[in-house]
């Protein structure tokens, strides 16, 4: 795995190596992660979690969504 900094990806022939389906990892900047003190930890519900799922694999409730959002949400 090559390892470049941002700078590096200015440079012509290093921004050559990436494509379209190129990945680019960037590491945390610290080794454990903390909380702030007062952060609340979000959860979704089953509710949404299926109409996340059903906008992500169903086209036709996408289109509708697109269309019409608040009807869409008002109907469930």
């Not at 190129?22 to 979690?49: C, F, Q, W």
């Amino acid at each position: 795995m090559d390892t470049f900094t941002i700078a590096d990806l200015r440079k012509e022939d290093v921004a050559k190596q990436f494509g379209t389906i190129s990945t680019l990892y960037i590491p945390p900047r610290d080794e454990g992660h903390v909380n702030l003190k007062g952060h609340k930890k979000l959860h979704a519900s089953a509710a949404m979690k299926k109409f996340m799922t059903d906008l992500a694999l169903k086209p036709k409730f996408l289109e509708e969504y697109k269309f019409d959002p608040v009807a869409v949400v008002e109907r469930l």
